[in-house]
């Protein structure tokens, strides 16, 4: 289990996950090689991160569609 993984996923989300961003395959997509490729520059795996939170692609859709389900018109 890797505790320096999960929080890495989450403070990265919360720091990078624009609020205006649609929920569409590109996009996320885009955003999860971008979250792997600034892991890397720390010194943080794909495979750390994964090991704890599972699908850093799902975790950043769930992050998406939350966010914007909070939101009232």
Known sequence: MSKRGTDFLYKW?????PETIG????????????????????????TEIEEDTGSVYEAILDAIVHHDAGNVD
């Open 23 to 46: 929920a569409d395959v590109i996009s996320v997509a885009e955003l999860t090689q971008k979250l792997f490729a600034d892991a890397k520059t720390v010194g943080i795996s794909s």
């Open 13 to 17: 989300i919360s720091a990078n996950v």
